[in-house]
């Protein structure tokens, strides 16, 4: 049925969609229906260490994702492909679409698209710098060191009973990005693998789109809402437990698509019981979640 682009958030990889501990992964279940499947690590991957202040949401948009549609289109021999995108890599996606991307016929964004709306506490800790001050001080989701057990110690005690010190890392930096209730076992203790080393100039332009409320570039200038390059079907799906980033950032985005371009082309689907994250990795995403992917994947072949 032709290419899929998988692309992932900040702050993790490709392997939110390639995870071995949950019965079927987002690959393996659109393989099953006949799609090309290809996994996307963009320079923002925990896979690819980048120095850290070096890149933002920005070349991942004018850089990574022309690169990497344009290869896909050339190997597969596709005139365009479709792409999946989840958190941050949503956001770039709408940053990479608006800035005159080529060959991506339609999309599905996941938890995060042109507008951001966040929780008091996230906008508290984005106006104090505190991700970028703790990562300059060596704290990651995945390399202790003597700021990771002062973090660890004082994170403890709000942890709900939790007892993995990654998982309480990854609450700070990120939000909370899953419903704990939607991990197997075997998915929590992984999540050292599923996280890592963000970037910092990234963690910057994000505090920037959550102050203003919708995409800019890392300068703070409004470059990216240009609703005359988002004439094609965009499928928006939303954790309804989602406490990283609000249902109103894409429910925004919805009514901002639909009042320029018209609403045939746009949809909005609101998943109870999942955050950010577990719409991927909980142990039923191939049942509630996954079929809104191929939904729109199906309309749009």
């Not at 896979?47 to 994702?65: F, H, K």
């Not at 289109?73 to 365009?80: C, I, K, Q």
């Not at 789109?209 to 570039?217: C, D, F, H, P, S």
């Amino acid at each position: 049925k032709g290419p899929v682009l998988l692309s992932h958030g900040i702050g993790t990889s490709g392997l939110l969609f390639t995870l071995d501990t949950v019965e079927t992964n987002l690959v393996e279940y659109l393989c099953a229906f006949d799609y090309d499947v290809w996994v996307f690590d963009h320079r923002l991957s925990n896979l690819i260490r980048m120095p850290g202040r070096l890149s933002n949401l920005d070349d991942v948009a004018l850089q990574d994702y022309p690169a990497a549609v344009e290869y896909v289109r050339s190997v597969t021999g596709a005139n365009s492909i479709q792409v999946v995108a989840h958190c941050a890599g949503g956001a770039a996606f709408m940053m990479a679409q608006a800035s005159g991307l080529i060959g991506v016929r339609s999309a599905v964004i996941s938890q995060l698209a042109a507008h951001m709306n966040v929780p008091f506490g996230t906008k508290i800790k984005y106006g104090l710098h505190l991700p970028e001050a703790l990562a300059e001080l060596g704290l990651s989701s995945d390399k202790p060191g003597w700021c990771d057990n002062l973090v660890d110690t004082v994170l403890r005690l709000d942890a709900h009973g939790c007892q993995s010190p990654t998982c309480h890392r990854i609450s700070f930096l990120y939000g909370l990005s899953y419903d704990h209730e939607q991990l197997d076992p075997a998915t929590h203790g992984a999540l050292h693998e599923l996280f890592g080393i963000s970037n910092l100039g990234a963690i910057e332009q994000m505090a920037l789109i959550a102050k203003r409320g919708e995409l800019v570039n890392a300068k703070g200038e409004n470059v990216y809402l240009d609703l005359s390059k988002f004439r094609l079907p965009i499928a928006l799906l939303h954790g309804g437990d989602n406490h990283c980033y609000l249902q109103k950032g894409t429910q925004r985005t919805l009514e901002w698509l639909a009042a320029g371009n018209g609403p045939e082309l746009y949809s909005r689907q609101v998943i109870p019981g999942y955050g950010n994250a577990d719409g991927f990795i909980g142990r039923n995403a191939a049942r509630d979640f996954f079929p809104r992917i191929l939904d729109h994947l199906e309309k749009t072949i």
